[in-house]
């Protein structure tokens, strides 16, 4: 038999060995081991024993057979990797700079096969001639049980395990003494954990308007045509885009191809996937991190055996191992949590795009309130632009007020609530709609500071001030560090200590004291902790057990609730001034999106936007729901100081418990980024610097920008320090990250 070598990459996240090594597969495992197994494998001069992913199988190698170490065993438990999704990860870690081992467990949602769910039937195995003889037997040696199983399997031939063991009573010695005489058979069958539970299908007649047909008559053209390409769907909010979305996943099914749906937000998935249930059924899968790890592994056994057309979720439902994806589509694409958080660094429509190129299949990417990047290729031609000017029931959108604070504060008025809200939220109680109060801050105080020495309570792993409960517990929302609010200044110990700032949960308490009759909901992370609670909040306002929802970003992305006639947006401001370049972008966002959750029933709704900053174009913009003027200011204000996407940018981050040894080696990287520049280069460097949060977790942080008209420049760049970081000593203490094109600054 001819010999083959598997290409193996490590199951250690370290630069220095960030490349496959090559193995020979033995006889035993010839049939076992395929490209995506992990394998086990002796690594090292030790021998130690490692996993590895097999990216590559082949029968010549460029070593000494002699040298080359065999392939030990293939790990059962784990998930093998689909060849597409490894090619995946091949340009994760090019564009974004990670190890390949990374790279793979990024397009890996689920890692581990876990026990499947069994339910066990038991089934009578005799004719009525049969029974009648087996009763007789059981009757004359007085086996009662036997007898009531027989009985009760000759009126309904088969009957659950379950319902044997506790309803009827029935031993399991009972059980297998009927199997062994061949009176009964004991059938086991596999079943899915099912997530979907009580979503049922009814396909109601969907009738569009005219701008939404001729969207869908494009797109099937495009499909029949063969054409593949990248749409953005421009619709304000309420024009019935998710309507097309399932126009669009009706062409590809019947095409005999799958879909993904991704999401911002898991606290969007059960209004989302109760939609799409109504017209695919049992065919829609939701993949999340809310589901256990049994219920994960279900719904990604489903997609990869093509049980399901449809799989709905956030971002890392973009790897459903599906076999014939034929559309990718990223509901409200302009938002920040399509960009990775951690190492690699990826935004989710990029990869997306990637992956459509791979499968040859299109992409629609949908949002009122676009991201710049988005609609600027929309304009420029690389994407198509469709727009959705009107509401789907043509029912009118939200009129909108700007309350100026300053005013407020002016009368006398030191609420958190103005006299216009106010009476607002009066007048709607009473006429029986219903409220929704978003407030970009979680907590009951922004955070606790000194009057006397004007010092802030930090956290003392994170360089960030604490943010004060309503339970008087202080709290990090970066590491979770908690203590109780002091009585003193742990500085200076001057009693004058006190909450500043306002959250949700103050909202909350000065709500119910303003209106103690009314019915209130808070929906933030502090309420939301638990698997269902998003969906249990959700669903008691959305069937109006409740008079007021308040609560953050989560209350105003995509909900659709017909009752509301009021959204109140606490304070404008809020994001407005943050250290960021895309500040005035996500308040235009979060403002049009929060304001679009009024009046989307057969009421008129209205908005009220509470702000000290009146005229300025973000707010102005959202408030008159005009996303061109927006859009033209915020790219004049991008194109003047080079920020993208009329520029790209590359963030390097240095992190280490070391701050001496983190300057040294910031120093370093400066040095090799400069070495590495063309002479008629246009690249812009900006420090080393420390950023906003210099500490998270007692680790030191520094930055570096990195800002370049040319996308590859960048990749240069960071080839220039991987290669530099893949040569130095392991145990250096200095973790090197990339960003490129972040969502926030650092």
């Known amino acids: 038999m001819e010999r083959l070598y598997a290409d193996v990459i490590i199951d250690i996240s370290h630069e220095a060995i960030d490349r496959s090594f090559q193995y020979i597969i033995p006889e035993s495992l010839m049939d076992r081991v395929v490209i995506g197994s992990q394998v086990i494998i002796p690594f090292g001069r030790g021998n130690t024993r490692r996993k590895g992913y097999v990216i590559g199988i082949g029968d010549k190698t460029e070593y000494d057979t002699e040298r080359l170490k065999s392939i030990l065993e293939v790990d059962d438990k784990a998930v093998e990797i689909d060849s597409q999704l490894i090619r995946l990860a091949g340009f994760i870690k090019e564009r974004y700079g990670s190890t390949m081992i990374n790279a793979l467990k990024t397009v890996m949602p689920v890692k581990n096969k876990v026990k499947p769910v069994v339910k ?58 009927m199997a062994d005489e061949g009176v009964i058979n004991i059938v086991s069958e596999q079943q899915y954990r099912d997530v979907t539970a009580g979503m049922t299908r009814d396909i109601p007649e969907l009738i569009l308007n005219e701008e939404q047909q001729t969207i869908v008559d494009e797109f099937d053209r495009d499909i029949d045509q063969g054409v593949n390409r990248t749409y953005l769907l421009h619709g304000v909010t309420g024009s019935g885009k998710t309507q097309v979305y399932v126009q669009a996943i009706r062409k590809v099914i019947e095409q005999g191809r799958q879909a993904i749906v991704l999401i911002p937000e898991i606290s969007l998935t059960y209004q989302i996937v109760g939609y799409f249930a109504r017209y695919f059924g049992d065919r829609v899968t939701v993949i999340n991190s809310r589901l256990s790890a049994g219920e994960k592994y279900d719904q990604f056994k489903r997609a990869e055996r093509g049980e399901v057309d449809v799989v709905i979720g956030p971002r890392s439902a973009l790897f459903a191992p599906f076999k014939r994806l034929g559309l990718i589509i990223i509901d409200e694409e302009h938002e920040n949590s399509y960009k990775s958080d951690y190492p690699p660094k990826y935004h989710a429509r990029e990869v997306a795009i990637e992956r459509a190129g791979m499968c040859g299949c299109p992409v629609i990417l949908g949002s009122a309130t676009p991201s710049v990047e988005s609609y600027r290729k929309a304009v420029s031609g690389d994407y198509r632009l469709w727009t959705m000017t009107r509401r789907a029931r043509n029912n009118p959108m939200p009129e909108c007020h ?84 002091p009585d003193r200044c742990p500085g200076c110990k001057s009693k004058l200590i006190g909450g500043y700032g306002t959250g949700t949960e103050k909202i909350e308490e000065e709500i119910k004291k303003l209106f103690p009759s009314a019915s209130v909901l808070r929906m933030d992370r502090d309420t939301t902790s638990g698997k269902n609670s998003h969906q249990e ?210």
């Open 120 to 177: 066990k039937y038991i089934c009578i195995n005799l004719d009525d001639n049969g029974i009648e003889k087996a009763a007789y037997r059981y009757t004359k040696k007085n086996a009662v049980a036997r007898l009531r199983l027989l009985y009760t399997l000759k009126e309904i031939n088969t009957i659950t395990m379950e319902y044997a063991t506790s309803v009827l009573n029935i031993s399991s010695s009972t059980l297998k003494g």
């Open 402 to 485: 700007i309350v100026d604070l300053r005013d407020e504060l002016r009368r006398g008025n030191r609420s958190i609530i103005s006299g216009e809200l106010l009476n607002a939220i009066a007048d709607r109680l009473e006429k029986h709609e219903q409220i929704m109060l978003f407030m970009n801050k979680r907590g009951y105080n922004s955070f606790v500071s000194c009057r006397s020495c004007g010092e802030p309570v930090k956290c003392p792993h994170c360089d960030v001030s604490l943010t004060r409960h309503y339970d008087n517990r202080l709290t990090c929302h970066y590491c979770g560090y908690t203590t109780n609010m």
């Open 537 to 746: 909040i959700i669903k008691k306002f959305a069937d109006r057990e409740a008079d007021i929802l308040i609560g953050t970003q989560m209350i105003v992305k995509g909900h659709d609730f017909e009752n509301v006639t009021l959204v109140g947006i606490i304070l404008a401001d809020l994001t407005l001034f943050d250290s960021d370049y895309r500040a005035a972008e996500r308040t235009f966002d979060l403002l049009v999106q929060a304001a679009g959750r009024a009046g989307r029933g057969d009421k008129p709704g209205d908005v009220i936007i509470q702000t000290y900053k009146p005229d300025n174009y973000a707010i102005v913009n959202a408030a008159k729901q005009d996303y061109e003027s927006f859009y033209h200011n915020e790219e004049a204000y991008r194109s003047l100081l080079r920020y993208p996407p009329v520029w790209n940018m590359l963030v390097i981050i240095m992190v280490s418990d070391n701050e001496k040894r983190l300057e040294e080696e910031a120093g370093v990287i400066v040095d090799i980024v400069n070495g590495n520049r063309n002479e008629d280069s246009r690249m812009i460097l900006i420090g080393p610097a420390v950023p906003v949060i210099s500490k998270i977790r007692d680790m030191h942080r520094r930055v570096i920008y990195i800002k370049d008209c040319d996308y590859n420049e960048l990749i240069h760049f960071k080839d220039a320090v991987e290669e530099y970081v893949n040569t130095r000593d392991n145990g250096y203490g200095v973790n090197i990250q990339f960003d490129f094109n972040p969502m926030n600054l650092y």
